[in-house]
């Protein structure tokens, strides 16, 4: 017989990587006395997109070094998506980028790469910094971990739908899902609800085939699952017209950029030309 177990909160996180981490340790910065719960489909200690780290942190502003501004990056990522992009959310997102990586340092000591001289952070491109990200996950989960409190935690739970209020249809007021490995039933009754499940990896047909098929850099458990709910809700799905497709590159298998912006190596076609050429420092 399947069990049913009812949890009620004032904010309910549905995905524990890094945005949901990061999430619950901001929703208890400002809401002290409320009631937050997380639920994750694995666990939060390695869960989500860098589950096993990461080389580099992609977005830096480098304020405090005057190394680039604001205007910048919004410039920046105008041109990257051919101006399909909401430069309001660009511009807001892009003040906190900076303190957010120093909340990593400050939480569990997360390495980044110095530069001797002048302090700053070593760059591997104009956004890019180097860090030893084994640790980057576990840092941040254990800063949710001490936001939340285990016991409002709830892994190896798979949210599967929202709940929407019989009075508001443009209301959710919670979700439901199962336990991966029990099955228990859960039905999440909250206020407000941060949805971040997650994007979706190998949408399209990668043209590697065979072993290469599964040599993705994005994780094959990003099932697009945060898609699929807001989907299904009514959301307006605001910026998500525009996929990132990683490149697949024969003979190797890591950050592309790492390869071509900090250690400068040359790449070429099967013709034996080289199709681009790192920058001059």
């Given at each position: 017989m399947t ?26 910065y ?11 489909k ?45 430069e309001?959310?660009?511009y ?6 900076d ?8 939480w ?6 110095p ?16 860090i030893?990200g ?15 409190g285990d ?14 209020s019989?009075?508001?249809?443009n209301?959710?007021?919670g979700?439901?899902?199962f336990n991966?490995?029990d ?6 009754k909250?206020?407000?609800?941060i ?13 590697s085939?065979g ?13 697009a699952?945060?898609?699929?709910m ?15 497709v990683?490149?697949?590159f024969k003979d ?19 013709y ?9 420092r």
């Amino acid at each position: 017989m399947t069990r049913v177990r009812y949890v009620d909160a004032d904010i309910l996180i549905i995905g524990g990587g890094m945005a949901g981490s990061g999430a619950a340790w901001e929703a208890r910065y400002w809401c002290r006395n409320c009631r937050i719960v997380l639920a994750e489909k694995a666990n939060i200690n390695r869960s989500g997109a860098v589950a096993m780290g990461l080389s580099a942190i992609n977005t830096y502003l480098g304020l405090k070094c005057k190394e680039n501004t604001v205007e910048d990056y919004v410039k920046y990522v105008r041109g990257d998506l051919m101006g399909i992009v909401r430069e309001d959310l660009v511009y807001d997102y892009a003040r906190h980028v900076d303190s957010t990586v120093h909340l990593f340092d400050e939480w569990g000591g997360l390495p980044i790469w110095p530069e001797p001289k002048t302090g700053c952070y070593v760059r591997e491109g104009k956004w890019q910094i180097m860090i030893h990200g084994e640790s980057y996950k576990p840092i941040v989960a254990e800063a949710a971990r001490k936001a939340l409190g285990d016991e409002n935690i709830f892994n190896r739970v798979m949210v599967t739908h929202l709940l929407k209020s019989p009075g508001n249809p443009n209301r959710v007021v919670g979700a439901i899902g199962f336990n991966v490995n029990d099955g228990t039933f859960y039905v999440f009754k909250a206020r407000a609800t941060i949805l971040a499940a997650g994007g979706g990896s190998q949408i399209y047909r990668p043209r590697s085939q065979g072993e290469g098929l599964g040599r993705s850099w994005y994780p094959p458990w990003s099932s697009a699952s945060s898609y699929g709910m807001l989907i299904e809700a009514g959301a307006v799905m605001t910026m998500m017209e525009a996929r990132f497709v990683v490149p697949r590159f024969k003979d190797g298998y890591g950050p592309v950029g790492a390869y071509q912006l900090l250690l400068k190596t040359r790449i070429s076609n099967a013709y034996g030309q080289d199709f681009w050429k790192p920058p001059c420092r």
